[in-house]
């Protein structure tokens, strides 16, 4: 059974344990993701990093990419693991051997290029057509994740990228935009190009979450993703 595996199985035994105990999953605290900042041409991406308890250097590991919503950006190098952080590093999920990566966007920066419709009244919305350029946030986790691959640290067969809302949109973008270079993606409330959904609809694994009353990011956008994916065949 391969980590992709392992880690959906992971998530759904996970839910039952803090539906009946609650007491056991808080395993490490916050403070063990690391302090990070990774410089390219001048410009600084803030992130936060977390290493199996039996950390071997010897060893690549796969590497969990999760990218934080709009609310968390800034520079404070903080606020991204106070949604999503502890779940990595709780019971039962931190008897896997990975590495997880919280990046910090900064304030008026996106992970996806987003225009957002003025009028719009109940739902965010936004024009996310795929550019041809990169935003430079994502330009910079792409590079970290390069770099990790380039020291030996990370497990190039198993990079693996997730997020909510605005990050959402980031996973999109990021297997989008580079379909050959994760195994797995979990976008969360986002959504992205559907036209470019055959890039990796048969590379990347993509497991789709999103509330169908949610009132910020349209649900459809998820769905229309989703329909897109399975006439492709995708899994």
């Known amino acids: 059974m391969n980590f992709r595996t392992h880690y959906l199985i992971m998530s759904l035994k996970y839910l039952l344990v803090i539906l009946f105990f609650p007491s056991m999953i808080f395993a ?5 993701y690391q302090r990070k900042e990774f410089v390219l041409n001048g410009d600084t991406l803030k992130y936060r990093i977390h290493f199996p308890e039996n950390y071997d250097a010897k060893k690549k590991y796969p590497v969990i990419t999760y990218l934080h919503g709009s609310g968390e950006r800034g520079s404070d190098n903080e606020t991204p693991i106070t949604i999503g952080g502890q779940f990595f590093i709780s019971k ?13 966007c900064p304030a008026n920066q996106s992970w ?26 994502s330009v910079l986790v792409k590079s970290l994740l390069d770099q990790l691959q380039k020291d030996k640290v990370a497990d ?24 050959n270079y994760f195994a797995a993606a979990f976008p969360i409330c986002g959504g992205g190009d559907v036209a470019k959904a055959g890039e990796f609809a048969n590379k990347v694994s993509v497991w789709i979450f999103h509330g169908a009353e949610d009132n910020v990011v349209y649900p459809e956008r ?11 065949g995708a899994d």
């Open 156 to 179: 190039p067969s198993q990079m693996y990228i997730g997020g909510s809302s605005m990050g959402g949109f980031g996973t999109f973008d990021m297997v989008e935009r580079y379909p």
């Open 92 to 104: 039962p999920n931190n008897a896997y051997d990975y590495i997880t990566i919280f990046p910090q």
């Open 112 to 137: 996806r290029h987003l225009v957002e419709n003025p009028d719009s009244t109940k739902h965010a919305e936004f024009d996310i057509s795929f550019t041809k350029q990169a935003e430079r946030p």
């Open 222 to 232: 998820s769905r229309v993703y989703y329909k897109k994916l399975k006439e492709l």
């Open 28 to 32: 490490q605290t916050l403070d063990s």
